[in-house]
């Protein structure tokens, strides 16, 4: 529950969040929200869990093989770098273009290291928030695992975060330590920033008669 006014957003909000495991290894995520006080508000939750399907033995996710079912990723600013600004750019013959299976490695480096130092864009899945049906949107996969995760949404958003960030004076379960690419983030979630660009605006916004609904699945598989 979030009170009207709470952080200063307008608009008193219910969000309730469902994990349920089926018998096929898949974590199904429902997200409902619905306004209690006030005439709107905007609502955005995804989930943030970080992915290393060799269970780190290998240090980063380099090696992960990744598919995107996206052709279009949102343009940002300059300044402040990384924030989106509307512009959908296609990403045919880019360093986002997963639409062929690649490693995630592959154009790492290729990246600004004072900015993104990798991957932290937002891929078009779709074109509205509440796509008719939970489709695929993303794949990875690890060879020296054998396990492959494939990610199903109703959203028009996958944001690929690839850990370019993550401090090295981490140190996890089993006292591994981490560092930059340690795992990667596969966030659904409708456009960010939506509620600054007049044209996505509504996608983000939750009245009385229009609630918040979101699914996704993340479903590990052997290869």
């Known amino acids: 529950m979030s009170a009207d006014g709470d952080e200063g957003f307008a608009g008193g909000i219910e969000l309730r969040v469902t994990y349920s495991l089926d018998d096929t290894n898949a974590l199904h995520i429902q997200y409902d929200g619905r306004l209690v006080a006030g005439t709107e508000t905007i609502l955005n939750p995804t989930n943030h869990t970080y992915w290393n399907l060799t269970g780190f033995a290998e240090p980063t996710i380099r090696n992960h093989v990744c598919r995107l079912r996206a052709d279009h990723y949102m343009g940002t600013r300059t300044s402040p770098p990384l924030v989106p600004d509307g512009r959908l750019l296609p990403t045919a013959g880019t360093a986002l273009d997963f639409a062929t299976p690649r490693r995630l490695g592959d154009d790492l480096d290729s990246f600004d290291?004072?900015?993104?130092?990798?991957?932290?864009?937002?891929?078009?899945?779709?074109?509205?928030?509440?796509?008719?049906?939970?489709?695929?949107?993303?794949?990875?996969?690890?060879?020296?695992?054998?396990?492959?995760?494939?990610?199903?949404?109703?959203?028009?958003?996958?944001?690929?975060?690839?850990?370019?960030?993550?401090?090295?004076?981490?140190?996890?379960?089993?006292?591994?330590?981490?560092?930059?690419?340690?795992?990667?983030?596969?966030?659904?979630?409708?456009?960010?920033?939506?509620?600054?660009?007049?044209?996505?605006?509504?996608?983000?916004?939750?009245?009385?008669?229009?609630?918040?609904?979101?699914?996704?699945?993340?479903?590990?598989?052997?290869?």
Do not use: C, M
């Open 113 to 223: 290291k004072s900015t993104s130092r990798g991957y932290d864009h937002v891929f078009v899945t779709g074109e509205q928030a509440g796509e008719p049906e939970v489709r695929e949107v993303a794949r990875i996969s690890s060879v020296q695992s054998g396990l492959s995760l494939t990610v199903l949404t109703d959203q028009p958003a996958i944001v690929v975060y690839t850990g370019n960030w993550i401090s090295d004076r981490l140190v996890g379960k089993y006292g591994i330590q981490y560092g930059n690419y340690a795992a990667v983030a596969l966030e659904t979630q409708r456009f960010a920033n939506a509620a600054n660009i007049p044209q996505f605006r509504d996608q983000v916004i939750v009245t009385r008669e229009l609630p918040f609904v979101h699914n996704t699945i993340y479903h590990i598989e052997s290869l």
